[in-house]
Each structure stands twice: as C-alpha cells, then as structure tokens.
C-alpha cells in the first residue's frame, strides 16, 4: 500500500508562483513514474505533467514552459513548480505514482489533491 501526500496549494494572484510537493510513503519495492494531474469544477481530470524514475518528463501543452516537473528519489518526492499562473490554472491538483508493490505486481495510487486558486 502507498500513501501519497501533497502540500504546496493555495491562494496566488496571477502571474504568481506555487510549487507543489508530494511524498510516497508505505509498502513498495519502487516508485516507478510520477505525476500531477488537475480536476477543475465541470471538467474532466486531465494530465498536468509526469516524470519517469529517470526524470525523463512530458507536459500538456497548457503548462509547457510555465510548469517544471522534478522529483527526488531518495524521497520518494515529486515537485510541481508552478510560474505565470494564470485563472485558468484553477483547479484541485492531485499526485499520482505507479508503484512496484511485489516482485511481479504494479499499482497507481492517487493523493488526496490540494486546491489551486489563481485570483486577484
């Protein structure tokens, strides 16, 4: 079982600055591909950004170039750095990884999410 824990939401003007964090903890052999995703009221769950175990990254063409994907493998940790925001950025943002729970077994889990505001 993986518990995934995100932080970093808030309220921010647009053009402002956020930087998401969100840290896998539990039973896993491995934390393979991370990634945000972001749910805005009405609209479906859409891909923000991913990262792949050896940081190759991909990014929907809304964000490219305003948000940075990173992550920490020692920590289990995914970042979000979020710039040039913009009310269209509005959303619940949530983690999610596929992790290697058994030798033969993989699964995704999802965070609980962490609301985004982008208003003046």
């Known amino acids: 079982q993986v518990q995934l824990v995100e932080s970093g939401g808030g309220l921010v003007q647009p053009e402002g600055s956020l930087r998401l964090s969100c840290a896998a903890s539990?039973?896993?052999?491995?934390?393979?591909?991370m990634g945000w995703y972001r749910q805005a009221p009405g609209k479906e769950r859409e891909l923000v950004a991913r990262?792949?175990?050896?940081?190759?990254?991909n990014y929907a063409a809304s964000v490219k170039g305003r948000f940075t994907i990173s992550r920490d493998n020692a920590k289990n940790t995914v970042y979000l750095q979020m710039t040039s925001l913009k009310p269209e950025d509005k959303a619940v943002y949530y983690c999610?990884?596929?992790?290697?729970?058994?030798?033969?077994?993989?699964?995704?889990?999802w965070g609980q999410g962490t609301q985004v505001t982008v208003s003046s």
């Open positions: 999610n990884c596929n992790a290697r729970i058994t030798w033969s077994s993989y699964r995704y889990y």
């Open positions: 539990g039973s896993f052999f491995s934390i393979n591909a």
């Open positions: 990262i792949t175990s050896g940081c190759s990254s």
